[in-house]
């Protein structure tokens, strides 16, 4: 018996001593600080999640009273036990945050089915991936770096203040966040990505920030982008991974394209008989709060946020809907646990899907690309809103 609760101390200090540089990773990389302290911090984590069991090993060392071999936590020296409780308590965050997650999951059902899957270097024939990113994108078992899901979601989203009475309408919104242009892979996935938004029969298109990841990118990037503004009115905010280069002339660039920028003000299109207005919010990066919409007559209000940490002020300023990106649905989604990693004040609790509520709902992408090409039970996703309202 002895022997089991050592092995169990063992196990809940390196689970939980994983769980804490993950939430350190998550919450730093949801606040505005610079990418090289960002990158210090993951470093750490890169070290110490698979370090401390080394070092545990170390501390308890292998002799008798060694936890591996059946001493009591008691029998350690003062400063393991201290770190072995520390790490362990991470557990319980850990544990509260699957329960969190697996019963959300249980409720994206309702809002739709899984969509269409495409293998897009299958359907390309691109073979841009190369060096790390392209051994990891191909060799990694189950990385869907390069797949792309389109999938439909139905919210219905009942405006709380008063609105003229009008019968209920659905508007298409496609969402589309995080496209990361890096140069692996290539503009042909993203020209395959912006193909298949363009078969959706979209009202509405928002783009939810992060165009690019190296800025000699930025006209293949905007000359992608560009046909879907002939097919609906184009919005967008840009993301933290814009604001490390000249994100003024990402914006100015996007905007001489034909798509509006939206961050920190309001912009009312007229789409099916409906007055919609769009308010943007690209912090805490850059930019103003979010604009309260005090026109009366518009009878649905959207709030398009890099982050899903501006939840809280869409609540306050009651914007219906809310769409964000920035957590790439947790990049990589373990079984049973869940996603994570998601730059998030909220760490996992917001890291992909639709959550309805009052007086706002909330859809968070998964969105289409990532700095780092790893994407493990995490598809790339495309996604047309449909919203009753
Ligand atoms: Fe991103």
């Not at 945050?97 to 299958?122: C, E, L």
């Not at 919005?235 to 490390?244: I, K």
Request: proline fraction near 6%; charge should be positive.
């Amino acid at each position: 018996m002895n022997l089991l609760y050592g092995w169990l101390w063992v196990l809940a200090s390196v689970i939980g001593n994983a769980e804490f540089w993950v939430i350190l990773v998550n919450r730093s990389h949801a606040l505005a600080v610079h990418h090289r302290r960002l990158k210090l911090m993951r470093r750490m984590h890169d070290l110490a999640v698979p370090g401390w069991p080394l070092l545990l090993l170390w501390l308890t060392g292998t002799g008798p009273d060694s936890l591996l071999r059946g001493g009591g936590l008691w029998e350690q020296s003062l400063w393991t036990r201290r770190l072995v409780l520390f790490t362990s308590l991470w557990c319980s965050t850990l544990i509260m945050q699957t329960v969190v997650w697996q019963r959300r999951q249980k409720k994206q059902a309702r809002f739709g089915s899984p969509g269409q899957q495409f293998d897009v270097f299958a359907a390309t024939g691109d073979v841009s991936v190369r060096g790390t990113p392209g051994l990891l994108a191909r060799v990694w078992p189950g990385n869907e770096y390069c797949r792309l899901e389109c999938n439909i979601k139905r919210a219905t989203v009942t405006p709380h203040r008063q609105r003229p009475q009008k019968p209920a309408a659905v508007l298409r919104i496609l969402h589309l966040s995080d496209l990361h242009f890096i140069g692996t892979p290539g503009t042909a996935y993203y020209e395959f990505v912006v193909r298949t938004a363009m078969q959706q029969q979209a009202d509405l298109i928002l783009f939810s920030g992060d165009l690019i990841d190296r800025p000699e990118l930025l006209d293949a990037a905007v000359r992608t982008l560009q046909p879907l503004t002939s097919l609906a009115p184009c919005c967008f905010v840009l993301g933290n991974h814009d604001w490390r280069y000249d994100f003024e002339e990402v914006r100015r660039r996007l905007q001489a394209s034909g798509w509006r920028s939206v961050a920190g003000s309001v912009e009312i299109f007229l789409l099916k008989g409906r007055h919609i207005a769009i308010g943007g919010s690209e912090r805490p990066w850059m930019g103003a709060e979010p604009v309260l919409v005090a026109n009366s007559l518009c009878d649905l209000t959207i709030l398009l946020s890099h982050s899903p940490d501006q939840l809280p002020a869409a609540q306050r300023l009651g914007y219906d809907l809310m769409l964000a990106g920035h957590t790439h649905g947790g990049q990589v989604v373990l079984p049973v646990v869940g996603p994570v990693f998601s730059p998030s004040r909220y760490g996992v609790a917001l890291a992909s899907g639709l959550f309805q509520g009052a007086p706002t709902t909330v859809h968070v992408s998964r969105g289409i690309g990532a700095k780092d090409p790893i994407r493990w039970n995490c598809t790339p996703e495309l996604t047309v809103l449909e919203v009753q309202f």
